[in-house]
């Protein structure tokens, strides 16, 4: 059944497991079955790794469903289970609140799964907690009330501990509830279903003040370490890290070793998260399928699959949070881009490396906030170079460090330096940059031979920046290009076929095929004579991108105005220019016009005459079919043509002289 989200919330008991950590499971089931007890085991892992999945698997086999909400049922599992969730807890409660509420909470479950089963169980333990209760809110009022700004959290529990009669009350605790467990445990054998103890589930630790998480530990060690006990702490080591602050300052080699101490104080088995090892190919293709954005048939195509989930591992990663993010993302995409095209009744795009670019680009999105912002600014990263570096501000390399990077295979052309600086600027980015470099070469490589990897990345960044956030930065316009390219030229091509004049024998549409380009060519067969137009956001407003690609001149020496100068052709080539040029002067304020130097641009086999690129500015897409503004740019078109016919005539001239 297809849906357009994924759920973001722990696996539950029975779901299938789709990262294949199964094993993992069985392997601590299998732990505990046979532990000693008292024993604490802690689930470490960052946010969003899986830890309340994975207890919810080992308390289903462990302990069953029961709960303490519903009359307990004769079941075949060896323990009783108890879930906490900490977070919970602490909501609208101070920190000394916080504490003494979990602890109450663990106890009066434990005694009611006993009550349940055993009426008879001694009323001693409920007084015991009862008492112990009260105690722990007058030492938390009296500390709160002392400690301006301090930590109240670690103040109850240090005040708490260093009381004589607290220390009694404790024990006092300890003992009825070790009492009644065991009673409990010996009547359960002696009526034929025995059980091995009692299994805590303690989640969400690392959502809660470190502090207060360490204060919680300390409690839970201190209180509730009794034989057939077992708890299942999910947390993360860095929460227990910066909540031992308070204690010991903060964390340097020499004070290592008092961390340290007290994580194994608390935790005798500690176990890490697998998430470098998670299996999320079936997890991806399996969700891109169920929110409509693949058909079916490609769970089965193992290359494209493979090629998806490279794409996550070298960018959002295997964390399961992430990728149920990255896929919702492109859940919202895929329906814009379908809304989109239905309204404008354009052809659906279903292209398989249109789906991986789309995808890998969201990734980008998500994992690269930084270069995604950087490749709506020019997405045909392959041509990187020089100029680009300059426009921002890259610092320039070493002769070592450049030889060093073209030792490497990610490294080794012009683009990809220039993306190393990039990452350079940037801690996260730098410390990720090969997998980054690697990440784009997938990229290109996905690329048919043949299509343009910038105008294919263009269309594709502008649907996908409707879910760009990025700090500070003006919201962007989504321009689905095709729809409006296709509408502009069905209007144009008209209109210039009644200005067509010689050397052109035709104007029309050179591909059927609308992207983010729509090509018009004013040649029969090929495209010699091929004019390139397109829209785009320009600062606040947009343009229309008009632009023919460059001619090539045989390169003589290492100049290009010297190897004119010499083949007796500069007056032409300045004279052309400036024919160019009065276009503008033709249509003031309609156009802006770029010629680069000559210089710029040297090849092996020629010198390739800089991309001539007009911009016709316009308020909204509504605007680009108006009358007006389609008269203006056919004239513009004709008038650039005729240079165009010149410009061809004198290369061919030049080329023949010289070669």
């Given amino acids: 059944m297809n849906t357009t989200s994924i759920v973001d919330i722990p696996k539950k008991s ?8 199964d094993r993992y499971c069985n392997g601590l089931i299998k732990f505990l079955r046979q532990s000693d007890t008292p024993i604490t085991v802690a689930i470490q892992g960052e946010w969003g790794s899986g830890k309340t999945s994975l207890m919810n698997s080992m308390q289903n086999i462990l302990c069953g469903s029961y709960d303490g909400s519903d009359d307990f049922k004769e079941h075949q599992h060896e323990f009783y289970g108890i879930w906490v969730n900490t977070w919970q807890y602490s909501l609208l409660r101070k920190p000394e609140e916080t504490l003494v509420s979990i602890v109450s909470s663990i106890s009066s479950k434990v005694l009611q799964i006993i009550s349940s089963r055993h009426q008879t169980v001694s009323q001693k333990a409920f007084r015991s907690v009862s008492n112990f209760v009260g105690k722990a809110f007058k030492a938390a009022a009296s500390s709160a009330a002392s400690a301006v700004g301090g930590d109240v959290a670690g ?8 009381e004589e009669e607290s220390q009694q009350t404790i024990k006092q605790l300890r003992d009825e509830l070790q009492k009644a467990i065991k009673s409990c445990l010996d ?3 002696q009526r034929g279903t025995p059980k091995k103890g009692f299994v805590v589930f303690v989640d969400d630790l690392d959502r809660i003040d470190p502090p207060v998480a360490v204060q919680i530990l300390e409690l839970l060690k201190n209180i509730f370490d009794l034989e057939h006990c077992i708890f299942v702490l999910a947390i993360d080591y860095d929460v227990v890290i910066k909540g031992l602050k308070p204690k010991f300052g903060e964390l340097t080699d020499k004070n290592e070793r008092e961390f340290r101490s007290f994580f194994d104080k608390i935790i005798q088995m500690p176990f890490s998260m697998p998430v470098a090892t998670y299996s999320i190919d079936k997890f991806i293709m399996e969700s891109l399928v169920k929110i409509g954005y693949l058909p079916e048939n490609k769970i089965k195509d193992h290359i494209f699959s493979q090629d998806i989930t490279s794409i996550c591992n070298l960018s959002v990663g295997n964390n399961p949070r992430s990728l149920k993010r990255l896929l919702n993302t492109v859940s919202l995409i895929n329906i814009i881009s379908k809304e989109t095209q239905d309204q404008d ?19 980008i999105q998500i994992a690269y906030p930084t270069l995604y912002k950087i490749l709506c600014s020019d997405s045909d990263f392959k041509k990187w170079d020089q100029t680009m570096a300059t426009k921002f501000k890259l610092r320039q390399l070493t002769d070592f460090e450049r030889e060093k990077l073209i030792e490497s295979d990610e490294f080794n052309e012009e683009w990809e330096q220039i993306l190393y600086r990039f990452c350079e600027k940037d801690n996260y980015l730098s410390n990720k940059v090969v997998q980054i470099s690697q990440l784009f070469n997938l990229i290109s490589k996905l690329v048919p031979e043949g299509e343009d990897l910038g105008s294919t990345l263009s269309e594709l960044l502008s649907l996908s920046a409707v879910t760009d956030l990025q700090a500070f930065d003006k919201p962007k316009q989504a321009i689905n290009k095709g729809p409006v390219l296709k509408n502009m030229a069905a209007l144009l091509l008209p209109l210039l076929k009644t200005r067509l004049r010689p050397p052109y024998p035709v104007v029309r549409q050179q591909s059927k095929k609308i992207v983010s380009n729509v090509f018009l060519s004013y040649s029969k067969e090929n495209w010699v004579n091929c004019l390139g137009l397109s829209v785009d956001q320009v600062k606040e407003n947009l343009g229309l991108w008009i632009w023919h690609h460059p001619w090539s001149f045989k390169s003589v020496s290492a100049s290009m105005s010297d190897d004119i100068k010499k083949a007796g052709f500069a007056s032409q080539f300045e004279t052309l220019k400036k024919q160019y040029h009065q276009i503008l002067e033709k249509f003031p304020g309609k156009c802006s016009f770029k010629f680069e130097p000559l210089e710029k641009g040297g090849h092996a086999k020629g010198w390739h005459v800089p991309q001539l690129t007009m911009l016709y500015p316009f308020q909204n897409l509504e605007e680009i079919k108006s009358p007006a503004l389609l008269e203006d740019v056919a004239d513009i078109i004709t008038e650039f043509m005729d240079c165009n016919a010149k410009l061809l005539e004198l290369s061919k001239a030049y080329n023949e002289k010289v070669g």
């Fill in 187 to 189: 009547s359960d054998t």
């Fill in 345 to 363: 009744d354009t052809q659906t795009i279903e292209d398989d490396y249109i789906l991986q670019l789309n995808f890998a680009l969201i990734c």
């Fill in 155 to 162: 103040n109850v529990v240090d005040a708490f501990m260093e």
């Fill in 14 to 21: 029975g779901e299938a497991d789709l990262f294949g950590i």
